[in-house]
């Protein structure tokens, strides 16, 4: 039995340290490679690379291969490629990757299309996400990428957070979020007529897919109040991320606009703890609720999450401030939570966060995805993580 376990430690350990090689021959070899196939590849391009190799999308080929019936269809894989490289670079249209790729031999052949007549249509790319939306391609292969980079790892501080997402479609009627509520009941196979479903007394004996399928997911109008203490509105979703130490994103959800953070903490850290262990949960205000609390403590974690005091309540440090109320060494490592709100704005600012332009919330969450996944490579290879 001792051999055994040896063997299967040596064995994880081969693993990882090949995984770790692979990273570090990455640049002086698959990139000699793809620039004697492409030309010089500029920082763009070589993160262009890096991203496609590390989230191992074979898949893709192999999920939407051709059947052998019909007329052969346009690469997924191929489209795939593309819409990654649109976040990349951060074209705000389908359009505008597909005019870049037509001029750019080196673009076309790193997607995988050798000649100009075989680029698809943007009618083509659009249902190809529509498949990738319904399908939760993305979604899947955040999650193992995280699990991949992770293995053998423990994240120290995991921070949740949301941020506002504009979308050019219009708020659901009362009536449509009304419906939906009773849709996801039934299929949850929850009492539909219940106060609150998504209470968190309620969440935190649910399992992970109840707890997703019963947040509402329809478009509609938020309000928050932003750092300069002004309350701002805004027609569209609200997406939740954990982000580990190094600004890496490990899982996200999306959900209507309106609702409160809270409501998406524990599934999303049901979600979080699925792809990587770790220590510290970090939360700002919003957060503030003994079933998170509770929920963190009980799968062995240390809730770090600023003080709300309610109504009537006196201010934690008693001049009007909000200061969490824990220990100094804990107060330093509250700081880390500052990492979700870099993520945020290198998401809005760089890979697509302000260019939503499809409708309807599986679109949404892909588009918003696709930026994570890239900002997840880049993070990771930044951390040496691979």
């Not at 980079?149 to 009627?173: C, K, N, P, Q, Y």
């Not at 003080?307 to 008693?318: L, V």
């Amino acid at each position: 039995m001792c051999y055994t376990m040896h063997m299967n430690e040596a064995k994880g350990d081969c693993r990882r340290e090949h995984f770790a090689n692979h990273w570090l021959t990455i640049q002086p070899s698959l990139f000699n490679f793809v620039e004697d196939e492409v030309g010089e590849l500029d920082e763009e391009q070589k993160l262009f690379v890096r991203v496609a190799e590390s989230l191992e999308l074979e898949q893709i080929a192999t999920r939407y291969g051709w059947c052998g019936n019909g007329r052969k269809p346009s690469s997924r894989l191929a489209i795939f490629k593309l819409l990654l490289m649109k976040h990349v670079w951060n074209w705000p249209e389908t359009k505008d990757a597909l005019g870049e790729v037509r001029r750019s031999p080196a673009l076309r052949r790193l997607c995988g299309w050798e000649a100009q007549s075989d680029i698809p249509s943007e009618s083509t790319v659009s249902r190809a996400f529509a498949d990738f939306a319904l399908d939760k391609t993305a979604d899947d292969l955040l999650a193992r990428f995280s699990g991949k980079i992770f293995e053998g790892r423990i994240v120290l501080h995991r921070s949740i957070d949301s941020t506002e997402i504009d979308a050019r479609e219009r708020s659901a009627t009362k009536d449509e979020k009304a419906e939906a509520a009773r849709d996801a009941a039934v299929k949850a196979q929850t009492d539909a007529n219940a106060e609150d479903i998504n209470a968190l007394a309620a969440q935190k004996d649910r399992d992970l897919d109840t707890n997703l399928s019963l947040l509402p997911a329809l478009c509609d109008w938020g309000c928050k109040r932003n750092s300069k203490g002004r309350t701002q509105f805004w027609r569209g979703y609200k997406l939740h991320v954990a982000v580990a130490d190094g600004d890496i994103p490990i899982a996200a959800c999306l959900t209507s606009a309106s609702v409160h953070d809270s409501k998406a903490a524990i599934p999303l850290m049901q979600k979080a703890d699925a792809a990587a262990r770790s220590l510290y949960d970090l939360g700002d205000a919003a957060y503030d609720a003994r079933e998170i609390r509770d929920f963190s403590e009980a799968n062995g974690h240390v809730p770090i999450i600023d003080s709300n005091p309610r109504r009537g309540e006196a201010k934690p440090d008693g001049r009007g401030e909000r200061f969490v109320r824990i220990i100094p060494a804990e107060k330093i490592r509250f700081r880390n939570r500052s990492g979700a709100e870099r993520l945020f704005g290198h998401l809005h600012d760089a890979h697509g966060g302000r260019t939503v332009g499809v409708r309807g919330h599986a679109k949404v969450f892909l588009h918003l995805l696709l930026g994570l996944l890239v900002i997840a490579v880049e993070q990771a290879s930044a951390a040496m993580l691979c």
